[in-house]
Each structure stands twice: as structure tokens, then as C-alpha cells.
């Protein structure tokens, strides 16, 4: 959820968006992941907007990984976005056993 937030309000996050020439994609980025966020917590008693959300998000940052390697970004910086691709990949994995 923060991370959707920063999208809206945070310095950092309009530099990032600008470095990477998608200004135009950082509300809709933001939205997603609020949008993201709240499914994950619906998800915890409706299965559907867990694999959804999850799915969501898995896609959104693999996207993001893919955006900083394009910029050469170090491991460092890409490092957040590939944990919360795997994150989202195994709660969707394991949401798809239940």
C-alpha cells in the first residue's frame, strides 16, 4: 500500500517515474497497487481477489524489474521489486492448492 501511495504523493516516486520516461503511468501504477493491496487483504476471505491480486501484482512488478534492468539499475534498486514478484507468485501458487 505504500508503495501505491508514494505514486501519489511521494518525491521520489515522480523522479522514478521521469527517469524511466513514464510520467504518465505513475497514477495508473499507483492505482493498481492500491487496487493490489486491497485484493490481498479481501483475498484473505474471498479466494478470487487473492489469485487476482496477487496475479496482479506478480505481473506489475516483473514489469518494474524489467523497466530498472532496461535502465541498468543495480541490484540494489531492483531488488525490492523482484522480492515482491516472488512474493506474489507464491502466495498466487498457493492460493490456486486451496
Request: proline content about 3%; some cysteine.
Amino acid at each position: 500500500m505504500a508503495s501505491g501511495v508514494s505514486c501519489f504523493v511521494g518525491p521520489q516516486m515522480r523522479r522514478e517515474f521521469s527517469r524511466f520516461g513514464l510520467d504518465r503511468l505513475r497514477i495508473l501504477t499507483g492505482v493498481l497497487e492500491l487496487l493490489g493491496a486491497a485484493g490481498l487483504l479481501v483475498g484473505l476471505w474471498w479466494t478470487p481477489a487473492l489469485r487476482l491480486a496477487a496475479g496482479g501484482l506478480a505481473l506489475l512488478m516483473l514489469a518494474a524489474v524489467t523497466i530498472r534492468l532496461r535502465q541498468r539499475d543495480t541490484a540494489w534498486l531492483i531488488f525490492p521489486a523482484l522480492l515482491l514478484v516472488l512474493i506474489n507468485a507464491v502466495i498466487l501458487v498457493a492460493s490456486l492448492s486451496r
